[in-house]
């Protein structure tokens, strides 16, 4: 088809050079031939021949000069203007101004698709660029928030502890606060800090066959003190499993799930778990009968610092990044982590691994 067309194009520019050809030296044959009647003079077959072939010659000459003249002209106040604005663009980008735009020329021919294309990468390069200073200042106002909280609350109790005449009730309960809040505070840290680990280029996985279901065992023991305070009935049903996998870093996926289910589970309420390999995929459920997750917060809680409700949250202690540290993790595996919940009914996360055979 592109030959075709191709074909068609130079045929009809051969068509058109040969039209153009035709009709000047046609125009140079009576040019010649007026000039030498107004002469009284009758050159020889030859020497009109020749004459008249110099004649239209000069004339393509001329014209061909004087339409490359003008194009010439053209495209360099054409290139000045574009590529003026392109390097301002740039100057004002590297200045931090994110928000510029070129307009992306309508090219009329001449090299259109390379300078279209550039103007267009200008632009997604202010518009990334953009996004990534917005996520930035965010995560600064989010982090800062975090941390400034805390830290409002230990200054105000460690003040209070200064009064003489507080009972010692009142003492102890200031204390507790204030270690909670230190703990919440030493968290926090610690997920940026894997946050950032994670996030860094460098980072790699340590991947190694294990038993999934034995680590999964470990932890529910190890979180016996806390579901046995709430009277919460833990089960977990799982066939022996080998994975491949980052052994350390998905047990910080179980534990962030785990803890969940426990801190939004109300009082003698019930927590399942389960284990199965399912076609190639190993595939791990947590379903608690818990508070549950509003459907627009299902979509958001997989994001760092996000919290379904804020004030309610800030009493459990939890600072929004547990299943944002579990997402990436999963992620790195090649897996998917998601959630189904209904308010007030519970929630039910699915954390679904690849399979490899080793
Ligand atoms: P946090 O450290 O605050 O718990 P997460 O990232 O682990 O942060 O969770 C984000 C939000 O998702 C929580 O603030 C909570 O609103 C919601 N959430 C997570 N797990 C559950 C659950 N099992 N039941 C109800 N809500 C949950």
Known sequence: MIFLKRLGAAFI??????????????AAYYA?????????????????????????????????????????????????GLFGSIVDALGRIAQGDY???????????????????????????????????????EFISNVSHEIQSPLTSIRGFAHALHDDNLDAADRAHYLNIIETESTRLSNLTEN?????????????????????????????????????????????????????????????????????????????????MALHTRDNAIEFCITDTGSGIAPADQARIFERFYKA??????????????????????????GTIAVQSALGAGSTFTVSLPNQPN
């Open 13 to 26: 520019g051969f068509v058109a050079i040969v039209t153009f050809l035709s009709i000047v030296f046609t």
């Open 32 to 80: 010649t031939t007026w000039l030498f009647a107004q002469l009284y003079y009758t050159p020889s077959p030859l020497i009109q021949q020749l004459l008249t072939s110099i004649f239209g010659l000069l004339i393509v000459l001329i014209t061909v000069g004087t339409i490359g003249f003008i194009n010439h002209g053209r495209m360099e106040v054409w290139q000045d």
């Open 99 to 137: 928000s510029v735009r070129l307009d992306n020329p309508k090219m009329n021919g001449s090299g259109g698709k390379p300078v279209g294309m550039l103007v267009q990468s200008v632009n997604t390069l202010a518009q990334e660029l953009n996004a990534m200073e917005t996520m930035r200042q």
């Open 192 to 272: 940026l800090l894997a946050l950032a680990s994670l996030d860094s280029e460098s980072y790699t996985l340590d991947p190694k066959p294990y038993r999934l279901d034995v680590q999964l065992r470990d932890i529910v023991l190890a979180c016996e003190p806390q579901w046995q305070a709430k009277q919460i009935e833990m089960n977990l049903a799982s066939e022996p499993v080998t994975l491949a996998g980052d052994q350390d870093l998905l047990n910080q996926v179980w534990l962030n799930l785990i803890h969940n289910s426990i801190k939004f589970t109300p009082a003698r309420g019930k927590i399942c």
């Open 309 to 334: 409700d804020a004030s309610r949250e800030r009493a459990r202690g939890g600072s929004g990044l547990g299943l944002a540290i579990a997402k990436k993790i999963v992620e790195m595996h090649h």
